[in-house]
């Protein structure tokens, strides 16, 4: 059932939204994480390095997706905000059509690449054979990764923040259930690992659907819902494609950093793989508050309450910007011991050294990443979504790439400036964020 999230207090709004999503987001990360860790236990640094590299590509394509997917979430909040359930059926059904399609084009194509995906990634040799078996498994299973994040946009979008938890806690459970069978009991490696990703997914969307056909809302759904119609994807793709190109660009620096570490050594590409995963942990806070400026910023533009919209964005300003900084200062501490946590080997040593380096440069993006995610989030919902755009490709393009090549040939022996230069990217994302902010709150709310 559809929740309105226009009215009452913003503060409790924003909190009682948001738990939700960060527990999603909890669990999301916890799903990918756990191959990384299962594998470690059992395998050696090639298999852990397999794994950080697939499943990296494997998160650029899923963020990308839902980048896409915000277009749906935004649409639909939107008529829901301003009570116009006909509106928000055509969005659902046209996103069910948009993306069923999508998923089927991307599955074919990436099956036919992967190959010289994995050369383009610089895979060290020892870990070529693990990765391409990750990656083609995980490719077939795109469509059910796709149909999980647009059923859980919709949700959102419909101020259901809820059920997307439980969906995604249960095939959490799932992936470790089964990564300890294939990977621990079959031996079975990265390929164990691929597996337990795309059936605990499958798993995922039929339970998803199992709730959708006992769920009673107030918007009907027919055929002439789900027949494409030129405005309704249209509008979602307004707002879709400049995130899902944000998004897209953002894990390309990510991959490009992969690469660069990938010619360091196979113990670097192991060691800045494990801590993107730690990394994509330490996000949850910042993420969801994305989601949730995202989401409950629609619904109020949709009502036309721009004011409280602006609201929201504060609040998630406040406690993204206090949760980095506590964070950033925590890891200081305690960085080696968080690498030290998924890699086992005799080997793992230099992975546990220079990934405690990379970690404590990097963790300092918490603080700036946070604040620019809310602006995302809000630029979203009001419409404006080729700004949040805008300053991640030019943090990218002006600082963290370039920053990143530069820390690597420089500093050959640390991976502390590399770190460093992710944080100094997003800080000029904030500072282009600001300026923008400022820029539009001058003029008429559009939607």
């Known amino acids: 059932m559809e929740k309105n999230l226009t009215t009452g207090s913003v503060f409790k709004t924003v909190v009682f939204f948001s738990l939700p999503y960060f527990l999603s987001y909890f669990l999301q990360t916890l799903y990918g994480m756990a191959d990384l860790f299962i594998v470690g236990q059992y395998e050696g640094v090639a298999s852990t390095t397999a794994v950080s590299v697939g499943s990296q590509l494997m998160h650029m394509l899923t963020v990308v997706i839902v980048g896409l997917a915000m277009g749906s979430t935004v649409s639909i909040g939107q008529a829901i905000g301003a009570n116009d359930t006909k509106k928000a059926g055509q969005q659902i059904g046209n996103t069910v059509t948009l993306f069923l399609s999508l998923s089927v084009v991307l599955t074919g194509l990436l099956l036919a690449l992967v190959d010289p995906i994995v050369a383009l ?239 404590r440069g990097y963790v300092w993006d918490c603080v700036f990443a946070g604040m620019h995610f809310s602006f995302s989030g809000y630029f979203c919902a009001c419409g404006k979504s080729s700004l949040s755009f805008l300053h991640n490709f030019l943090s990218i393009v002006l600082v963290r790439v370039p920053g990143a090549y530069l820390a690597s040939a420089l500093f050959p022996s640390t991976l502390l400036p590399m770190g460093l230069a992710t944080a100094a990217g997003s800080l000029l994302s904030v500072c282009v964020c600001l300026i923008a902010y400022r820029a539009i709150t001058r003029e008429p709310v559009t939607r």
């Open 121 to 359: 990634m610089s895979t060290p040799e020892e870990a070529v054979e693990g990765t391409a078996a990750y990656l083609t498994v995980c490719f077939l299973g795109i469509p059910f990764i796709t149909a999980y994040n647009i059923i859980s946009s919709i949700f959102r979008g419909m101020g259901d923040s809820k059920t997307p938890m439980f969906l995604i806690a249960a095939a959490c459970a799932a992936n470790i259930g089964l990564d300890y069978l294939f990977i621990g009991g079959l031996g079975l490696g990265p390929m164990g690992a691929a597996l337990g990703t795309t059936l605990s997914q499958t798993f995922s969307v039929l339970l998803s659907l199992a709730v959708i056909l006992r769920r009673k809302s107030g918007i009907r759904l027919s055929k002439q819902n789900f027949r494409p119609c030129a405005p309704v994807m249209k509008q979602i793709l307004r707002v879709g494609v400049p995130v899902a190109l944000q998004d897209g660009f953002i894990q390309i620096s990510f991959l490009i950093i992969t690469v660069i570490a990938n010619g360091r050594g196979l113990s670097d590409a192991a060691a800045v793989g494990i801590v993107e995963k730690i990394i994509s942990f330490l996000f949850l806070v910042p993420s969801s508050m994305l989601s949730t400026v995202s989401a409950l910023g629609a619904q109020n533009f949709g009502a036309g309450k721009p004011q409280r919209a602006r609201q929201t964005l504060g609040y998630a300003l406040c406690i993204a910007g206090v949760y980095g900084l506590c964070i950033a200062l925590l890891v200081q501490l305690c960085a080696e011991p968080m690498v030290a946590l998924f890699t086992d080997s005799a080997d793992s040593a230099q992975v546990i050294l220079g990934g405690g380096q990379y970690l």
